[in-house]
């Protein structure tokens, strides 16, 4: 009973950790249906309807590894491991089915582990026309899910050990450093300036609230461009989401959408000038 107990545990943890990631995965997959259903160009339609496949695919076989780990705990709780029914003389009986052996549900669930983590990044594999598609809506949840993903690669990496089967297991352990990359690619950090570098002088003074608003809004890497963008302008007047655009290496519907955005929760005026930013002789 003393040997289980480690096995169990890990179950356990690679369990716990794959159910973190799960749960923050449908945040994304509900942004890119809502940007696929509101866009009207068909290539980029369709670009994103990839996406969204692509996450629904991990999905589905996160839950399939969700299945084979509770079957594997089940398993090894009742004392099944692979065993035959007898024959007269007391030996294995061949020909009728054995039942299951959690080991081999284990390694099946290493592979599908893999295969989950293949088709999130082919969900974000950059397009030649839109390029710029292939990056998080929800940073902040997809951050979660990537922690999630690396600590049950380390927990199950390390159950395989224990168990005497990584010879028998796909190779997971670089998976680590595979979902580092992608984090990094597809959910960038966004660092604001310090407020000491914020554009404060005679010509231009902004709020130092604007910098919290933009930070607790739920605005996204777009709309943070734009703001930034609009703000170190030399003066208000408005240019085509085009333009701005081709300066940020945005998507013109990207920069539409974004104004909207910043419109709705209250940072820009209707005239395209930001809240909290005052340009000319500086109030006193």
Known sequence: MTEQAPSADGVLAISAALMTAWQHLAP??????KEEKETTARERQGTLRRMRENLQ????????VLDHLATVHGMRALGLHGQHS??????????????????????EAAMILGVAIGNL???????????????????QSM??????????????????????LADG??????????????????CPIVILPDQAAWPVSKHVAVDPELRGKLLSSG??????????????QPDDRQQPPGEIAAQLDLEPSQVEEALEKL????LLRDDGTLLGVHRGSVPA
Request: proline letters at 7%; a negative charge; hydrophobic letters at 40%.
């Open 263 to 266: 419109k709705a929760v209250g």
């Open 143 to 164: 951050r979660q899910l990537f922690a999630g993903l690396r600590d049950a690669v380390t927990a199950m990496c390390a159950e395989l050990m224990t168990r005497d």
């Open 169 to 186: 297991a796909p190779e997971l352990e670089p998976w680590k450093g595979f979902l580092d990359e992608l984090e990094a690619r597809v």
């Open 57 to 64: 695919d991990a999905n589905n076989q996160m839950v399939f």
């Open 28 to 33: 994304e997959h509900q942004a890119l249906a």
């Open 219 to 232: 605005c996204g890497n777009a709309e943070r461009q734009v703001v930034l963008w609009l703000m170190f």
């Open 121 to 139: 990044d082919k969900a974000y594999v950059p397009t030649q026309k839109y390029p710029a598609l292939a990056r998080c809506r929800c940073p």
């Open 86 to 107: 007898q024959d007269r003389s007391g030996n294995d009986y061949s020909p009728l089915l054995p039942v299951g052996d959690p080991d081999e549900k284990l390694c």
